[in-house]
């Protein structure tokens, strides 16, 4: 098994959305573990990542090099996918430090059985994250619609989350450049990302969390001039 990771670096508030709300409080809640760590699926980001590799050999050429392709391939899988043409890479969800996670999970743990808690779930979940407020604009008076203020919560920026991205065998150097420049393009996830929020910069390391993403960055450019 080869292990590489992905460190998404939060330039802004962002929200990693779930699809439901908190009744009385919140439109849109953002997806937690029951610690109230904040996190994003790994489904969903292996999907982004697909999306920005597609777009990118997309401007390559008519038609696009078949190497770029095929590692595109065994990096996401095809459409309707065997065994044999199944995606070559898993990718895990992207979480917060675990020294930190453990460390508050342990506290968490001791404060279940008190009366009085001194740290609760809620607790952790709001030191990381805001709540946002939004409503529509009648175009014609300049005036807020009626019903239409919305509350998400929003995880701050700053915060890096890291992803695990599993390989049963050590990828091609196409693959890791592939990966790499997917990595680079990938600017904005979450809910709400076209109105300001999910502003990201990710980076690829290896297992020695060793970035690498410029390294592979540079082996793209001198094979996409061939």
């Given amino acids: ?25 919140i439109d849109q809640e953002v997806e937690h573990d029951p ?38 391939e065994h990096l996401f899988g095809i459409p309707g996918s065997t065994i044999g043409t199944i995606s070559k890479m898993h990718v895990g969800d992207a ?15 001791q404060e279940r059985d008190k009366k009085e808690k001194k740290l609760t779930e809620s607790d952790v979940l709001a030191s990381l994250t805001t709540i946002r407020r939004q409503t529509s604009i009648d175009p014609e008076d300049g005036a807020p619609v009626e019903h ?26 196409d693959m890791l450049a592939l990966l790499a420049v997917s990595t680079l393009a990938l600017r904005r996830v979450g809910s709400v990302r076209n109105r300001g929020r999910g502003h990201v910069q990710c980076t690829l390391h290896d297992s020695n969390y ?14 996409t001039r061939v």
């Fill in 148 to 173: 239409s203020l919305r509350a998400s919560r929003a995880i701050i920026r700053d915060l890096t989350f890291t992803a695990q991205l599993l390989f049963e065998e050590e990828p091609t150097a």
């Fill in 210 to 223: 060793k970035e690498i993403t410029q390294e592979y960055f540079r082996y793209f450019e001198q094979k």
């Fill in 1 to 25: 098994m080869e292990i590489y990771y992905l460190k998404m670096l939060l330039l802004s508030d962002t929200t990693f959305g779930r699809g439901d709300g908190v009744a009385g409080l």
């Fill in 95 to 109: 979480c917060l430090p675990k020294d930190l996670r453990r460390e508050v999970g342990l506290q968490l743990d």
């Fill in 35 to 72: 610690s109230g760590f904040p996190y994003l699926r790994g489904r969903t980001l292996k999907g982004l990542l697909s999306e920005e590799c597609d777009n990118l050999i997309d401007v390559l050429s008519d038609p696009p090099p078949c190497r770029w392709i095929e590692a595109a």
